[in-house]
């Protein structure tokens, strides 16, 4: 980096333009305030731009995995499919920018490298890698929960004279794989999605799985019209159900009664109706009990098994893939379109990891501890994310006194409702650790934090005050709940990366706050009437 210049005085610096941080720079700047975005790819679209991979789409249905804000948008906008693709997704995040003119304050292909809260001006000092350093008085996380790509530390992966890729940061232009053999690893969310689509093109694939993961049919087709019509017809109320409910999803039919409850056939009839309606939430939410009693899981468990051995041909491969050793539900459950047909090609193979590592990758394929040797031309890493705090402690943030987040959180994130962290005034994480985030419709998890972070920008400037953070009380109170509420769960039993388990060294905590949309809703509200109960406007003394 060459000697620093002086970018943008502004009032609010947002990292990121993905689904936050363009609704956080439309809220904000609605309210009066200037912004400045900045994104580190050369598109807007966060997760939606990066993420191209064939296969790529959401799953959480599009009507609802869209922006609630504007009721004009909802009634223009024409979802095509039930589980939108990536560029339909694309395109709508870029329409959205386009309408609300939100292009003019994003500065792309710049990364925020450091930001310094300077308590002599009571501002954010933040530096890009294009060598500047600009200034405001907030700055707002919107980072990403899933945008720091994990790639693992295979001995010899250097020397592989083949393509190297991540579905997290898959070319834009597309990769061809007509006429190649290809190594896949990881067997979570992207990799069920883009196995069935590299293996219609690619010559042979083997998939090389650590852990098999719970899937559910995802039932995606082309949106009725007549369903649509209906549907917009009663939008407003729809979103408004859908911020009633747990996971911020209006549409799914939520099952009140106990897995044990119910005679094994009548068990089996509501499952088989929700597997054949299709969408992971149908199914875990049959009944009240599936994710927080061991027995309740275990006729889950029993159930996604014989699923898999109804679907794939080879017994063993079949076998492999049923998930064993954690609940159901308490890692990502992900949705398939054609991931089990999959594995009755001839041309894709499936290996266990667990009982042949790899030992090398050499510049032709992979050797394995049991002495096979996988040939490959692509390797294609499906293996996740530094998920929820990633991306924020790979920026070097430093709040009052010079002390940095790194140094506060190597033992975990501590903050406030998810939102506010003790001794770093006026930064904001959107959909941060300790909020719903991850297991909600994230789209409605942004918005009520964004909205809630407008809501206090606005009361703090009418106050005439300055700064506001979190009180370390609150901050105390609130990381003791978050993990209460999660060890009612079976979530922290398991390795994921809801826990942090995927990368190596990060500490071993639940990440997000598992108590639901409705309820997170609900205590925001309470603290905001209780005149923002918890948070620390200026004037007021602080430690941190
Ligand atoms: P992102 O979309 O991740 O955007 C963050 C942006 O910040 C990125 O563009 C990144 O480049 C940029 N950035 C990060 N650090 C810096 C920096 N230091 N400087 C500058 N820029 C920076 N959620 C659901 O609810 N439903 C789904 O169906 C769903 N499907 C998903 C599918 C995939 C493949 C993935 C990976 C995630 C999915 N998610 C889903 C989660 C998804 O991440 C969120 O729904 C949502 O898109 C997050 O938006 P965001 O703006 O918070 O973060
Ligand atoms: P992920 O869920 O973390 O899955 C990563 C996979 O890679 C796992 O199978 C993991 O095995 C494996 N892996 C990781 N490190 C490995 C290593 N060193 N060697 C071998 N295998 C390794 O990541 P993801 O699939 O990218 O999904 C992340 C999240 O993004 C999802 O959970 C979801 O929230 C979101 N997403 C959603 C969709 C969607 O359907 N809309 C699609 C993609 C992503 P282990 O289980 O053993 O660790």
Redesign the pocket.
């Known amino acids: 980096m060459g000697a620093i210049s002086c970018g943008r005085e502004v009032d609010v610096i947002v ?7 363009l609704y956080a720079l439309h809220r904000l700047r609605t309210a009066g305030l200037e912004l400045q975005v ?4 050369e598109g807007i ?7 191209c991979y064939p296969g ?1 789409r ?3 249905e599009s009507v609802e ?1 869209s922006y609630s804000f504007s009721e004009e948008l909802d009634q223009d906008w024409e979802w095509s499919e039930r589980y939108a693709a990536q560029p339909e997704i694309l395109r709508y995040i870029e329409h959205v920018a386009d309408r609300f003119d939100l292009r003019k304050d994003i500065q792309l292909e ?4 450091a930001a310094r809260f300077d308590e002599s001006v009571d501002r954010w000092t933040v530096e890009t890698d294009d060598g500047r350093r600009h200034t405001a008085q907030f700055l707002v996380m ?6 720091i790509p994990n790639v693992p530390d295979l001995p010899g992966l250097e020397s592989f004279a083949g393509r190297v890729l991540h ?2 940061r898959w070319p834009q232009h597309g990769v061809d794989f007509e006429g190649q053999q290809v190594a896949v690893f990881g067997t979570g ?2 990799g069920i999605q883009v196995i069935p689509e590299i293996a219609r093109q690619a010559d042979h694939v083997s998939v090389l799985q650590r852990t098999a993961n719970y899937s559910m049919p995802a039932g995606n087709g082309p949106l009725d019209p007549e369903y649509v019509r209906e549907l917009k017809a009663r939008y407003p109320e729809h979103r408004e159900a859908a911020r009633q409910s747990f996971f911020g999803n209006g549409i799914v039919e939520v099952g009140d009664g106990s897995a044990l409850d119910v005679s094994d056939e009548e068990r089996r009839r509501e499952f088989d109706r929700r597997w054949a309606l299709g969408g992971a939430a149908w199914v875990m939410t049959a009944y009240n009990d599936l994710i927080v009693d061991e027995a309740a899981n275990a006729k889950l468990v029993d159930y996604v098994h014989s699923k898999i051995e109804e679907m794939v041909g080879d017994p063993e491969t079949a076998h492999l893939l049923c998930p064993t050793g954690y609940p159901a539900g308490t890692k990502r459950v992900c949705q398939h379109t054609d991931y089990y047909d999959a594995y009755n090609r001839d041309d894709v193979t499936l290996i266990d990891l667990r009982t042949a590592p790899v030992t090398a990758v050499v510049p032709d394929g992979l050797q394995l501890a049991d002495g096979r040797t996988i040939e490959a031309q692509s390797i294609v890493f499906a293996t996740g ?1 530094d998920a929820i705090t990633g ?1 924020l402690l ?2 070097d943030i430093q709040g009052r006194g010079g002390r940095q987040l790194r140094d506060k959180w190597a033992d975990g994130p501590r903050n406030y409702l998810g939102l506010m962290v003790a001794g770093f005034p006026n930064l904001f994480t ?2 941060g650790p300790g909020s719903p985030s ?1 297991l ?4 409605m998890a ?1 918005e009520q934090h964004v909205d809630l972070i407008a809501d206090l920008v606005i009361h703090l400037r009418e106050l005439g005050l300055v700064t506001v953070e979190a009180g370390k009380d609150a901050e105390d109170a609130w990381v003791e709940h978050v993990n209460e509420v999660a060890h009612a769960t079976l979530y922290p039993r398991t390795d994921s990366w809801y826990m942090g388990a995927n990368i190596p060294g990060k500490p071993r905590v639940f990440l997000p706050y598992v108590g639901g949309i409705v309820s997170y809703r609900v205590k925001c509200e309470e603290v905001v009437a209780r005149g923002y109960e918890g948070f620390l406007l200026s004037g007021t003394s602080v430690t941190a």
Do not use: H, K, P, Q
């Not at 679209?45 to 993420?51: E, I």
């Not at 909600?440 to 789209?443: A, F, G, L, T």
């Open positions: 990292v990121g333009a993905g689904f936050g941080g900045f994104e580190a790819a679209g966060g997760t939606w731009y990066w993420n790529a959401c799953d959480v995995y710049t990364r925020v490298t919107t980072a990403g929960c899933l945008s579905t997290g969310s992207s994310f991306s790979a920026i959107v959909t991850v909600s419709n994230m789209v942004i």
